[in-house]
């Protein structure tokens, strides 16, 4: 089980005598999670400093909320007092903390170097990049990445893509070309819904139209795994009309397409929200699974934006949602039963599974449920798993007992 305190980072000396409101946990993998809602990013470095130092740990993920702290303030405040620490990260739509959904906050997972070895880079320009360079720096990544002897040390890739790029298609189907059989998991930045900018961090740097790619080496048993709760039905919207390159749909079934979605889910065009879409999400069929391609938003002149790519011709399906608790918990409990037990779970949920949970009023059962199976990480724009970006879609990775943990077990 994990280990939990709150409010016990100090800050003091030249930042002043109070005390940072911040919760730590410790996971039995050697993770700590730290997690803040006040905006001093100077007293939050420390304590990620002091914990890393604790624990041993040469790396951090950071997720946050831009409505709570700056990037640029956030990297600065760990460069000054974290200098050692290699760190990547990126804005949210929503945070997974130990104590469940949260927003407002800033989380940081701290991973010490007896357990993992990581390495990371940051692709900028997507918008211009070329995919073969994309490839071509995940394979220079690999062979940076400092890796301990030891049969049972495997490695995984997390991602964290500008979720308003319109590339997240391409940008994560490149880096999977180049992890060769590295499994890639990860979420698209967010902005708390506000559709502006998001913000990715890379050891000091923060840019947009950027990409991070991690690399992680452990000998943690570990599973990556994705959910969803939707199954399709038999209506559906023929894109007949559409601007590929800012994933925006014109017309459904040659009529305008905010009004031919609404009839098709019985809605008043006038009303539809980002609940409607959360609510009523559209699926594509490819090599015979279904995925979701989430609108974002209607614009004024009734075409709508997508979270995904889309083009003319595309077969969309209404999908009909189903439970979010059972199903989410009952995939949780294959990944256990898969691993022989979970220690904690780094996840990454799409925001519309965020605003679907509260329309249908199981907001507090999801985040329970999150909570209790020890999950953390943050809302998304999109998932990424494996070679494919996904919408509408819980994507994580789980870690299992450790292989002395499982022996004794055995035993």
Known sequence: MPELSAGGAEAGGIFGRTTLACSR????????????????????????????????????????????????????????????????????????????????????????????????????????????????????LRRTLPKASGPERRTFALCFIDGLSYAEEAVT?????GLDDIPLIGGSAGDDLKFETTRL?????VATDSAVIVLVDTPIPFHVFKTDNFVPTDEKLVVTASDPDHRIVREFNAANAA????????????TLTPLSFASHPVVVRVGGEYYCRSIQKMNTDGSLSFFCAIDDGVVLSIAQPKGMVETTRAALDDVE???????????????????????????????????????VGFGTYGEQYRSMHLNQTFTGIAFGPTRQKQRQAAE
């Open 25 to 140: 946990t410790r996971y039995a993998c050697g993770l700590t999670a730290l997690t803040t809602d006040e905006p001093d990013m100077d007293a939050f470095a420390q304590a990620i400093a002091a914990e890393a130092a604790a624990i041993d740990a040469a790396f951090a993920l950071v997720f946050f909320s831009q409505s709570l702290v700056d990037a640029a303030n956030l990297a600065a405040a760990l460069k000054a007092h974290a200098p050692g620490l290699r760190h990547a990260g990126c804005s949210t739509a929503g945070e997974i903390t130990p104590q469940g959904l949260e927003e407002g906050h800033v989380l940081a997972m701290l991973l010490p170097a007896p357990a993992f070895s990581a390495a990371c880079t940051m692709i900028d320009d997507l918008s211009t990049v070329g995919m073969d360079r994309i490839t071509s720096e995940v394979e220079n």
């Open 201 to 205: 961090i890379c050891d000091g740097r």
């Open 259 to 270: 009004g031919e979605y609404a009839a098709s889910v019985g809605i008043v065009p006038e």
């Open 173 to 177: 189907s490149a880096i999977h070309w």
């Open 337 to 375: 039963q898969r691993l022989g037990g979970i220690d904690m779970i780094l996840g990454f949920d799409c925001v519309l599974r965020r605003l679907d949970a509260e329309n249908r009023q199981v907001r507090r059962d999801i985040s329970e449920l999150y909570r209790d199976r020890r999950v």
